[in-house]
């Protein structure tokens, strides 16, 4: 690889794709791109070492028009803009995200997401390429770790949001907010700036706006460092964690299908609480490759289940699975 003199933050964001080798050589990477300073200075930075041949890979740009704001045009026009001038791959799309929360009965936030993210996965199988660039930063992974700790998540929500995840990327995971914002100016990008940001409607932009200003002035200036050392420190022992879970999963299992997984009920009941409880979302994620909808009530529920040890007695923790204990066994059936 060669090297070239960047900046601070181009280093900060080489070190971190390093790091966690977020990008490698012969890699195609679909970058998603909102107009707004994060995505912007990830566009930029990551246009520099390709340029510069720091990393030899290949990549485009994904933009979605959420047709929410009177600028969406104009941000998607700004995204344009700069592809052109560069030479870069553009790819947009305009989506009715209102219309879609109204249809599907669930938040214009989650819409939105949900939007996105299903674009993005269609020009990356479009562009044949293995890696989607998000340019959430270490501010966003702080805010997440609040708003799990207020939702009253368990160990994994303290994870935040981490550099990988899949096939999923975040180049600027360890930058601050304000020094990507300087960043821009010093590039004169100019970026397109989302006012609804500022508006304290969404429980993110309340903590972002309210909460961790007051942390700040009242109890801790670094909160931001803080809590984002403590987010890398369970993500570690979180994936240590997974790893033994993975091993025991082994030890355990009597079977596996796409849609039926079948468990030792005794070598199951022999672990103690803290592994039954992890088997089971690891269970569960493998047969529908999400556990989104099992909560700690439906956990301790299923452990009581197997600990009663009564045949034929199943529950179904959401419309997706059912959990059955038959023959000495637990199966993890697929519903629908």
Do not use: W
């Amino acid at each position: 690889m060669k090297r070239i003199e960047e900046k601070n933050m181009e280093k900060e964001v080489l070190e971190t794709i390093k790091k966690y080798n977020l990008i490698e050589n012969g890699d195609k990477v679909v970058l998603a791109v909102s107009g707004g300073p994060d995505s912007m200075s990830m566009l930029n930075i990551l246009n520099k070492i390709e340029n510069n041949k720091i990393i030899e890979f290949d990549f485009c740009v994904a933009h979605v028009n959420h047709m929410i704001r009177e600028e969406a045009k104009e941000d998607e026009q700004y995204v344009e803009n700069y592809c052109k001038k560069n030479g870069i791959e553009f790819y947009s799309k305009s989506i009715d995200v209102k219309k879609l929360a109204h249809n599907n009965k669930i938040g214009t936030e989650e819409a939105g997401r949900i939007a996105r993210y299903d674009f993005f996965d269609e020009i990356a199988e479009k562009e044949k390429a293995n890696k989607i660039a998000i340019a959430h930063n270490k501010n966003d992974k702080v805010e997440t770790v609040i708003m799990n700790i207020l939702r009253g998540s368990g160990i994994s929500g303290l994870k935040g949001i981490e550099a990988k995840s899949g096939k999923y990327i975040r180049p600027l995971i360890e930058c601050e907010r304000g020094k990507i914002e300087e960043y821009c100016e010093k590039e004169k990008l100019e970026p397109k700036i989302d006012k609804t940001n500022f508006e304290n409607i969404y429980t993110r932009n309340k903590i972002r706006n309210i909460v961790i200003p007051y942390i700040k002035n009242e109890f801790n200036p670094n909160i931001v460092d803080t809590i984002s050392r403590l987010s890398e420190l369970v993500i570690d022992e979180d994936n240590y964690i997974e790893k033994q879970i993975e091993k025991k999963y082994i030890e355990i299992v009597e079977k596996e299908s796409n849609n039926e997984i079948i468990i030792d009920l005794k070598k199951f009941n022999l672990e103690e609480k803290v592994i039954k409880s992890r088997i089971i979302i690891y269970t569960i994620t493998r047969l529908l490759k999400t556990s989104k909808g099992i909560s700690k009530i439906h956990i301790d529920d299923i452990i009581k289940l197997c600990n009663n040890n009564i045949g034929n007695k199943y529950l179904t923790p959401n419309k997706n699975v059912k959990i059955l204990i038959k023959n000495h066994k637990i199966y993890f059936i697929k519903e629908n």
